[in-house]
């Protein structure tokens, strides 16, 4: 198994149907260690089971906007495993007003919120855990084309998925001397609880099943399949880099 005994932190597994489920279920399968993060309590409630059933070893709580629960979950990391391999960052969010409309009717508060959780929160999260990865550890961020081109209703979410892709290639030269690889996977559109607040997104899925060259849309299991394999040492060389797994519709455009 390639990641027999690494220690991976997963940010952001809402449920069963979201993308950072799909990466843990890979994990596990792979042999790889898990723990999770919550925000609250209503999330707690819903990871618990999620936790038992994929053998992680333990949950906690942090919001990605406060530096001090960031501080927190560093310290009981620490307690628990000491160190950290791999650091899956699944999190984005963006008020349901800015996901449809026009772009230029973004609010500052709006704009603000979106780059904070969907972007930001990746450097928060890598500065406060850098003194616990090892050395040839990972970090592995989720994007979306949106940031490339204009994609119907994505609007601010695509400038902060830009932002994060941006920081990524940062990163990865921040971490570069230390041997940690710092990449993103650019998944096809999922049907998950996030993206259930894009406006018309059925359209998009019909789109893509209509105009990619395989012909379909991506599963949850083949994004963790690939961040697998990032998270491994068979990915030793690839950093700042983003990975599409979206059927090959990037390579015909929308």
Known sequence: MILEGKKALVFGVANDRSIAYGISESFKNNGARLAFNYMGNAIKKRLEPISEKLGGEFIFQCDVTSDEQIAESVKLVKEKWGTIDVLVHSVAFAHKEDLQGRFIETSRDGFLTAMNIS???????????????????????????????????????????????SSVRYLASD?????????????????????????????????????????????????????????????????GDIIYVDCGFQSVGF
């Open 175 to 239: 971490f570069g001397p230390k041997g940690v690889r710092v990449n993103a996977i650019s998944a096809g559109p999922i049907k998950t609880l996030s993206a259930s607040g894009i406006s018309d997104f059925r359209e998009i899925l019909n789109h893509i099943e209509t105009h990619a060259p395989l012909r379909r849309n991506v599963t949850t299991a083949e994004v963790g399949n690939t961040a697998s394999y990032l998270a491994s040492d068979m990915s030793s060389a690839v950093t």
């Open 119 to 165: 972007a930001y929160s990746l450097i928060a999260l890598c500065k406060a855990f850098e003194e616990v990865i090892n050395p040839n550890g990972s970090v592995i961020c989720m994007t979306y084309y949106g940031s490339q081109k204009v994609i119907p209703n994505y609007n601010v979410m695509g400038v902060a998925k830009a932002a994060l892709e």
